[in-house]
């Protein structure tokens, strides 16, 4: 995915805003120069020199922001504003989804947009992983680059990217794929109930290996969560049963499943819940989990 062609347009006029600010304070550019004929300048070493003027500290982005000297909107300024909390140093470019590009570094996982060209080009479709030196900046809630990606011609091999593939379900599992920024460090569970906590560990391979501790002392000091868990497991369970039986040509019913194993079934679903009242021990009659075909 990348940016609509508005917000395109108001991220590069606005970056070489930035741009042509640092260039004219650290003496990169000379002279009385626009924005629209820094932008319209094919010398990419100027403007390299001006990005490492900007990004050095935010000293020449504070005063871009105070002295606003291309009499840039109030949205834009606090577009620019966001910058402070970009992201600058070599990143491991993992994969392409629609929705956007992952990312990571040692901890998290960015989901990051193109600007113009999907990234795919930008990176004249080099084999992934790849390792990358980027500055990931916020824009209107999402992520982005600043126009300058650097690909390190490094390949991979097998061990690397077994690590890397690791640490991205790892950070996945804990922080979920950070789509904006600044991003404050809490685990994607931290501000759940209970109940959608074990829910978050539960929903997927991935995550029940990952927090196999965290279920099991969550339902040691949370035992009223016994039949959601019993439930959840079922569901996956469920998965599994109903593929099977549509390989053998089952025909439609009703089926009851507890902790992993299939107990009963039946064609009506009033039937089947007889069967369990009288099969089943009181105390774990909310733990079956019934599907039907």
């Known amino acids: 995915m990348r940016l609509n062609e508005g917000d395109y347009n108001q991220f590069i ?3 070489h805003a930035l ?3 640092a260039g004219q ?3 990169h550019v000379k002279g009385n120069v626009s924005v629209e004929q820094f932008m319209a300048d094919k010398d990419f070493g100027l403007k390299a020199k001006a990005r490492e003027a900007l990004y050095k500290d935010n000293q020449v982005l504070d005063g871009f922001l105070r002295e606003n000297p291309f009499g840039l909107s109030a949205e834009e300024i606090d577009i620019a504003a966001g910058f402070r909390h970009r992201l600058s140093g070599r990143f491991i470019m993992m994969k392409q989804l629609k929705e ?3 990312f990571t570094d040692d ?7 193109a600007l113009s060209t999907p990234l795919e080009m930008v990176m004249h479709y080099a084999t ?3 390792m990358v030196e980027a500055v990931l900046l916020p824009f209107k809630g999402k992520i982005i680059y ?3 990606l650097m690909p390190y011609n490094v390949r991979f091999g097998g061990g690397y990217r077994s690590s890397f593939n690791d640490q991205l379900k790892e ?3 804990k922080y979920g794929i950070v789509t904006s920024l600044p991003f404050d460090g809490k685990e994607a569970w931290a501000d759940k109930s209970p109940s959608e906590q074990l829910a978050y560990f539960m929903e997927s391979k991935a995550n029940r290996e990952e927090f196999e501790e965290k279920i099991q002392a969550l339902l040691k000091k949370q035992p009223k969560l016994l039949p959601e868990y019993h439930q959840l497991w079922g569901a996956i369970h469920a998965t599994v049963y109903k593929r099977n039986f549509k390989g053998l040509g089952l025909q439609k019913a009703w089926y009851a499943v507890l902790e992993g194993q299939l107990i009963s079934s039946a064609m009506d679903k009033v039937e089947l819940a007889k069967t369990i009242k009288s099969l089943v021990p009181k105390d774990k009659i909310g733990w079956v989990h019934v599907f039907r075909m």
């Open 13 to 15: 006029r606005l970056h």
């Open 100 to 102: 956007h590009a992952i």
């Open 19 to 21: 741009l042509l600010y």
């Open 171 to 173: 950070a996945k599992a």
């Open 128 to 130: 992934l992983p790849c």
């Open 107 to 113: 901890n998290y996982a960015y989901g990051v947009l």
């Open 25 to 27: 304070k650290k003496g």
């Open 146 to 148: 600043d126009g300058f």
